[in-house]
Structure formats: C-alpha cells, structure tokens
T-cell receptor
C-alpha cells in the first residue's frame, strides 16, 4: 500500500516571500503520478500541479514548482512570490499509473500568507 | 459549464437514519470517487467506480454503500451502521488512464457537510 506523509501541519510566510512545502511518499511502484491540491477556505479542492514519475523534469505552473526526487521519494512544492490568495490547506497525493486509479492523500499542510 | 454537482451542501441526520448524498457530473468522465475529510486526517477514500455498474471499496467503506447505474451519477448512502458519520464528503471524477493529457487528474465537487444530531 502507498503512503503519503506531510510533516508540516502548519506554515506561515510573509506575502511576496517564497515557501516550500514538504511531502514524502512510500511505494514499490515505478510508474505513478504525484499531485499537489489546494483547498482554500471555500473547501473546493483545486489541482495545483501534477508530476509524472517517468519524467525527470520538474513540473512548473506559473509561481508553483516542484522538486521531485524519485530515489528519495520526495515531492516538495515551492510557491514563489506568495499571495494572500495562496492561503489554504495543501495536500500532496499519489496515484499508481496503471490498475486501480485511487488517489492517496497526505494529511495536509495549512499555509497562511501574512500581509 | 462542465463540472461536478454535489447535493445537499449541508445535511443533518438523526442517529439511526440512512442518508444519501448526491453526486452528478457532466464531464463525461469514466471514474468517480467518494472521499471523506476529517480534521487532521486529510482525505480518505470510501468507494470508487471506474465504469458503470461496477465499484470497489476504498479504505473506509464500512457503513457506506454506493451505486453506479449511470455514468453521470454516483450517489453515496451513509447507513446507520456508520459509527461516526459527521464529516465533510467530497465527490470526484476523472478520465481514465491514457485517455488524454488530463488523465488521472481528479476534478472535485464542492462537498457536502453531514452532521449527526
């Protein structure tokens, strides 16, 4: 079974600064996907970024980028130039590439952007 | 606009009652999922379905039941056997693997908050 660990329950950062959220996972699979989802106070889950394990290049989406270290089973999210609208719960998640397509989530990191 | 609709947004249940949460999607997605969210525990998978008339138990299926009679619909029933049903419930859907570049990305509904009185 796959497990996803987020070791930072809460973080805060000043507006415009950069913050990195940590995520580690455990799996015996070689092909899989990793995700970061954002859940703002509205509780709507929003996809932030997606990484395919077979791609060595780290995914980026505007101010959001990941540091994917496959050997270390690490998948951190970096938010640059943080904005007040980034305040949310952030969940790291894992999905096998083939077979049962279940998404396994970590317990989340509550990020607060301070004005 | 395409999306996932969950209803009701808020639901109150007396102990011993069954309740059904609705989830409808018009995204033409094959797979649908139900997750439960409790504080400090992230999202836990209850049931999922990859095709019509077929579904599998997730990690916490006890006390819940589902059906998948139509591609667009995946209702969740919280039965009286569920010991602690008060939680936030999220429905999601996705295109199956390999269908497109969006494959494996889950799209979520706005959620339903169930409170047992």
């Amino acid at each position: 079974a796959q497990t996803v660990t987020q070791s930072q329950p809460e973080m805060s950062v000043q507006e415009a600064e950069t913050v990195t959220l940590s995520c580690t996972y455990d799996t015996s699979e070689n092909n899989y996907y990793l995700f970061w989802y954002k859940q703002p106070p509205s509780r709507q889950m929003i996809l932030v970024i997606r990484q395919e394990a077979y791609k060595q290049q780290n995914a980026t989406e505007n101010r959001f980028s990941v540091n994917f270290q496959k050997a270390a089973k690490s998948f951190s999210l970096k938010i640059s130039d943080s904005q007040l609208g980034d305040t949310a719960m952030y969940f790291c998640a894992f999905m096998k590439a083939f077979g049962n397509e279940k998404l396994t989530f970590g317990t989340g990191t509550r990020l607060t952007i301070i004005p | 606009d395409g999306g996932i609709t969950q209803s009701p947004k808020y639901l109150f249940r007396k102990e011993g009652q069954n309740v059904t949460l609705s989830c409808e999607q018009n995204l033409n997605h094959d797979a649908m999922y139900w997750y439960r969210q409790d504080p400090g525990q992230g999202l836990r998978l209850i049931y999922y379905s990859q095709i019509v008339n077929d579904f599998q138990k997730g990690d916490i299926a006890e006390g819940y039941s589902v059906s998948r009679e139509k591609k667009e619909s995946f209702p969740l029933t919280v039965t009286s056997a569920q010991k602690n049903p008060t939680a936030f419930y999220l429905c999601a859907s996705s295109i199956r693997t390999g269908a497109s570049s969006g494959a494996n990305v889950l799209t979520f509904g706005a959620g339903s908050r169930l409170t047992v009185l």
